[in-house]
């Protein structure tokens, strides 16, 4: 088992900048990836940046290549999301999510999120 707590979500204006954290308990063998999806009313979920927790090679959504960047923080098992030139179209619920190696690339484990809302 696997829990997630999420933080550091606000308000910001367009251009500004916030930093995700999410830290994870439980076994290293259920966070075999780790990664940040994120929800806008009336839209779906979409994946916005992963990482593999052995290698620490990432991967993007095409609409955050450049702003975002995703770490991970073994000793502190802390995952953050740093964000950059924050759009008014980044504005959604961001959720931190877990796969297990028996799951991937489906995510299996989730956090309860934390609301990010970009003004223009």
């Known amino acids: 088992q696997v829990q997630l707590v999420e933080s550091g979500g606000g308000s910001v204006q367009a251009g500004g900048s916030l930093r995700l954290s999410c830290t994870a308990s439980?076994?290293?063998?259920?966070?075999?990836?780790m990664g940040w999806f994120r929800q806008a009313p009336g839209k779906e979920r979409e994946g916005v940046a992963a990482i593999y927790t052995g290698g620490g090679s990432t991967h993007y959504a095409d609409s955050v290549k450049g702003r975002f960047t995703i770490t991970q923080d073994n000793a502190k098992n802390t995952l953050y999301l740093q964000m950059n030139s924050l759009k008014p179209e980044d504005t959604a619920m961001y959720y931190c999510?877990?796969?297990?190696?028996?799951?991937?690339?489906?995510?299996?484990?989730w956090g309860q999120g934390t609301q990010v809302t970009v003004s223009s």
């Open positions: 999510a877990a796969a297990s190696r028996d799951s991937w690339p489906e995510y299996n484990y």
């Open positions: 439980g076994s290293t063998y259920s966070r075999y990836y």
